[in-house]
């Protein structure tokens, strides 16, 4: 019986082996058999194998920056290339289909933040996917690293097999005839293959590339994925050597086959539907019929991979792009030359053949250079029963390589399995394009390595570059080390469309507990749409979490910056530093840019002494009834005794212990100091002993002139003045427009805004700052809620927003402010945008800040150098923003100059901002077209009524249409007027809630067809 298993058993090695001579099986073309570790596969035949994925590069690719990437491939490459032994497969791909992956992969965990915050926003995903699909496609490029046995010497070899016959006979190493061979790797070549694959790497980095070396499982997903990704899901993994076992059963195994208890083979995990060959050169795979096409003559003229990605995106077709090299390319013509030399004399062709190959070998040998071996194809493909599609996308794919420098292809695959594989991703060394052979600097000339690469690989911001590749960018991510943007443009540029896009990812950012901690300071309406989304999208009992608030002059928006946390008698550091900061410009002089001498220490001893005169161990300030009817309720429920000698702290702390914690926030408002103190507390003598020699300009002392400043903000400044009464309570996303109490026009205009700006910083970012190290000056009492505040602020993503920035321009104390926010904010975790018109509105060490920097206007030469200059751009950067390549929206989008500053890189980039009408219509700020977005809203619900809209007016405005009712009744009444306005707008809504109630209808009764 044993001797019939053993004939059986060689019946099928034979039959397997013969598969292999005669490619009758489809899995006999993948010749990747086991691992190494964990970035290097194996061969069948022992040679090593590794993967780097490309993502491109971190700048604006022109001549010159075209020029240093070759130079540094050339040198990391012809040291590997100059003889037998290695083998690179470059492949690239584009897929307009299968980018709706990326894009939903990209969106998925902002999606996920949206779910567990309870935000009804869906739509908007759903609306972005299909919307950025419309202009973008799915891109790859990969680099698979071959070694093989014939790098090493004819000693090296002999010795490496002996060794491994020692090996196998020591060890009696079993039959794996269904599993990977663990032990099919030719260990000699480890040296050598780590060698190739680190310098590419080094070299590629040093280009500025953003490569990886893919992990093996990384890797073999890869070239699942260029065989069939419509068959593998996100989450698969192949089971390779480490990971866990899981045994098979096979029928009559050979005693000493452990096949069963090993990993299943590779070719049968990445190849997991067969494939069928049609009409003798397509083949089909699953639900996609595939057609190869293969280079037959090398081009004329050599051209850069950017042309030929030009003409294939005009060709509309998805397509794949795989270049085989290997080292010694001279040598595989020796014989052919000598052949041409015998018989160049009965053909002038012949001749010409001759001295090409002498041309190529005198290259080598006399010049120095490398000459490489390499073959190329493509391939297109289309559904299943779309063969007239694909007849059509495979000749557009032959015309469009065809003039890439002349090339010529054939499309006649004997056999069409090889001719694909020729395509896929490090399944072989074989291509069925016809061998060329080649000067090394040509063949990294057409490279496809240099199109612009995202440092991040998801995020809730996805922009694209100009032709197309999907850019997803993260704001606050881990990947900078800190978070400081700067946007300029002149208006109609597209500023506040990205800033809200910005904010929004922030809001949408991948792992959020909570709701994030913004605070845009604008002077207009500019982010009421983002305020407007976020509160529409909660449900009723968190809407108060997002606000918008107009800030007026008057008593009831009166904010006391002088309150500080709950039960602190004192400021925090960064609050002092900030009401010395605000006192200091309100007693600046009119029209002035600098203190009074010395003024900054009064106002710094002003504070101290204010706080200190007030605290409970000096003279508290009594509670007395009739201040705030909530705080009177709860002392009345609480049965608390009070008598003339009772104090507003003391009924602070007794409202806190007994859990009446906002209650005992409003207690306190009356125990601290406010404005209308300042000017008892200066008058103490000892203030005039120590600022009685210094003189104004005005001739007074400082304390006088102190004093004499204070009067005037009181009469003023009505909003600081009091004891607080505007809160935003436990907003977390707060807009505060300053459009009423910051107008321009003068001096006193300047003061004023600077003013404005600071008590809008302080409204909006007071919790942003406190930490660890301020719970040290917290009494016991508070403690524990402190600290539980503490954790969720160091958790939060906190970011301030500065719009219209240059309205600070009179204003150094603001402006000193925001330096203290960018120099200090990582250790707080808060980020900084500053939107402006004009870079030079930002100082020059808030530029030397910047990580993220947005330019979305160029202007004119003058201005491109001052730019250029500034950010230290490129030759072919500044000609981006000279020659019109930066522009406001249009059309698919408004594009822009983006400079990163990652851990690890600058990222300087040309991008778009695709919105989709859903985003523009949520995004809004235009009065009229938000009256007609939030009267839809009550109505028919946020999701449902910005699909109303975008449906009807997809440009994400009805202005056009308001505008053109409106001349209709002027020219039938000769006049319109603020109610005719409002009449038009409820006309357009009831008609847009017709339109949605009867489509509403038909989709009904379509789903009661169907069921």
Not at 441 to 463: C, T
Not at 483 to 502: E, T
């Amino acid at each position: 019986m044993s001797v019939v298993n053993s004939v059986l058993e060689g019946v099928d090695e034979f039959v397997y082996w013969a598969g292999s001579m005669f490619r009758s099986a489809a899995s006999v073309y993948c010749e990747l058999e086991t691992t190494d570790d964990e970035s290097t596969l194996v061969a069948k035949d022992g040679s090593l194998i590794s993967f780097i994925r490309v993502d491109g590069a971190r700048f604006l690719v022109g001549v010159e920056e075209f020029a240093s990437i070759h130079r540094s491939l050339m040198q990391g490459i012809e040291a590997f290339f100059g003889n037998p032994g290695h083998h690179m497969q470059i492949v690239f791909g584009c897929d307009k289909d299968f980018v709706v992956r990326d894009i939903t992969y990209a969106l998925d965990g902002s999606r996920e933040t949206a779910r567990n915050l309870q935000m009804d926003v869906q739509d908007m995903f759903d609306a972005k996917v299909a919307h950025m699909s419309q202009y973008t496609s799915h891109e790859e490029c990969y680099l698979v690293l071959w070694t093989h046995g014939s790098s090493m010497t004819k000693a090296e070899a002999a010795a490496a097999t002996k060794e491994k016959v020692q090996f196998n006979k020591e060890h009696s190493v079993p039959i794996m005839k269904h599993s990977q061979y663990l032990f099919a790797a030719i260990r000699e070549l480890r040296d050598r293959h780590g060698s190739f694959k680190r310098s590419i790497k080094l070299e590629m980095d040093t280009a500025g590339l953003d490569c990886e070396i893919l992990d093996a499982h990384s890797a073999l997903r890869v070239a699942r994925m260029s065989y069939d990704a419509d068959y593998t899901d996100e989450l698969w993994r192949p089971r390779l050597l480490g990971d866990k076992l899981s045994p098979r059963a096979f029928e009559n195994p050979h005693p000493r086959d452990i096949s069963d208890i090993l990993y299943p083979r590779i070719e049968h995990q990445i190849m997991p539907r067969d494939a069928e060959e049609l009409n003798g050169k397509w083949l089909r795979i699953g639900d996609r019929i595939i057609a190869p096409v293969h280079v037959y003559l090398f081009p004329k003229d050599i051209n850069t991979f950017q042309r030929l990605f030009a003409r294939l995106r005009e060709a509309d077709l998805p397509w794949r792009y795989s270049m085989m090299m290997e080292g010694g390319g001279v040598r595989g013509f020796g014989m052919k030359s000598m052949i041409a030399a015998l018989i160049s004399f009965a053909s002038s062709n012949n001749k010409l053949a001759n001295n090409a190959v002498q041309a190529l070998q005198n290259y080598q040998d006399m010049e120095g250079g490398t000459v490489v071996k390499v073959s190329m194809s493509f391939a297109t493909w289309a559904p299943v029963g779309e063969e007239k599609l694909l007849r059509s996308r495979e000749q557009r794919l032959a015309r469009a390589i065809e003039g890439w420098g002349g090339i010529e292809v054939f499309d006649k695959s004997g056999d069409p399995f090889e001719g694909v594989a020729s395509t896929l991703v490090g399944f072989s060394t074989k291509n069925m394009g016809t061998p060329a052979i080649a000067p090394l600097p040509d063949i990294v000339y057409m490279m496809p390595l240099q199109r612009p690469a995202s440092s991040w690989k998801e995020g809730a911001v996805l922009f694209r570059s100009p032709d197309g590749k999907l850019w997803p960018y993260q704001p606050g991510s881990s990947k900078q080390t800190t978070w400081i943007d700067i946007i300029f443009a002149k208006p109609g540029s597209g500023k506040s469309v990205l800033s809200n896009m910005l904010n929004w990812a922030i809001c949408v950012m991948p792992g959020l507990k909570r709701l994030p901690r913004i605070s845009v300071i604008d002077i207009g309406p500019s982010s009421s749409g983002l305020i407007s989304l976020v509160k529409d999208a909660l449900p009723p009992n968190l809407k108060h979490l997002a606000n918008y608030f107009r800030l007026r002059m008057t008593p009831e928006y009166a904010v006391n910056p002088f309150d500080t946390q709950l039960g602190y008698h004192y400021p925090i550091p960064q609050e002092r530093a900030f009401l010395v900061n605000l006192l200091t410009l309100l007693t600046m002089p009119m029209g002035k840019t600098e203190p009074y001498d010395g003024m900054p220490d009064i106002c710094g001893m002003v504070v101290d002494e204010a706080y200190r005169l007030y605290s409970p161990e000096k003279s508290p300030k009594r509670y007395s009834e009739h201040q705030d009817e909530k705080v009177d309720a709860a002392v009345r429920s609480l049965g608390l005794h009070t008598d003339e000698i009772t104090t507003w702290w003391d009924i602070t702390d007794e409202l806190f212990r007994n859990g009446m914690v906002h209650e005992a926030i409003l207690a306190q408002r009356f125990a601290v100091p406010n404005m209308n103190d300042l000017t008892s507390v200066v008058q103490d003598q000892s203030f005039r002993d120590v600022y009685t020699k210094p003189k104004t300009a005005t001739s007074e002392t400082i304390v006088d002139a102190f004093s004499r400043m204070i009067q005037s903000v009181l009469r003023e400044y009505p909003v600081l003045t009091s004891t607080t009464r505007f809160d935003i309570g436990d907003t977390r996303i707060v807009a505060i427009d300053l459009d009423e109490v910051a107008k321009s026009g003068g001096a006193a205009a300047d003061r004023r805004t600077g003013i404005m700006y600071m008590l809008g910083q302080f409204i909006g970012t007071r919790n942003f700052f406190f930490n660890e190290e301020n719970l040290q000056e917290c009494r016991p009492l508070y403690k524990t809620y402190h600290k539980g505040r503490v954790d969720e602020i160091k958790e939060d993503p906190k970011r301030v927003v500065f719009d219209e920035f240059h309205r600070t321009e009179n204003s150094p104390v603001v402006r000193d402010q925001v330096l203290v926010y960018m120099r200090e904010g990582r250790k707080w975790g808060v980020q900084v945008c500053l939107l402006s018109q004009s870079m030079n509105d930002f100082d020059k060490e808030m530029v030397e800040f910047a990580t993220s920097i947005f330019v979305l206007d160029g202007g004119d030469a003058a201005q491109v150098k001052e730019i250029g200059d500034r950010f230290g751009l490129s030759k072919t950067a500044r000609h981006a923003l000279e020659s019109g390549r930066v522009h406001p929206p249009r059309s698919g989008g408004s594009t822009f100059l983006a400079i990163f500053s990652t851990k690890k890189h600058r990222n300087e980039q040309l991008l778009t901002n695709t919105v989709g009408p859903m985003e523009l219509w949520a995004f809004s700020t235009t009065r009229k077209d938000t009256i007609l977005r939030d009267k839809l809203y009550r109505a028919i619900g946020s999701s449902k009524a910005r699909r109303v809209l975008a449906e009807n007016f997809p440009d994400g405005s009805a202005m056009d249409e308001i505008e053109r009712r409106e001349l209709a009744r002027k020219s039938a009444t000769g006049m319109i007027g603020e109610d005719d306005d409002t009449n038009i707008i409820e006309a357009m809504a009831d008609e847009l809630l017709t339109y949605s109630h009867k489509k509403d209808h038909e989709e009904k009764k379509r789903a009661a067809a169907l069921v």
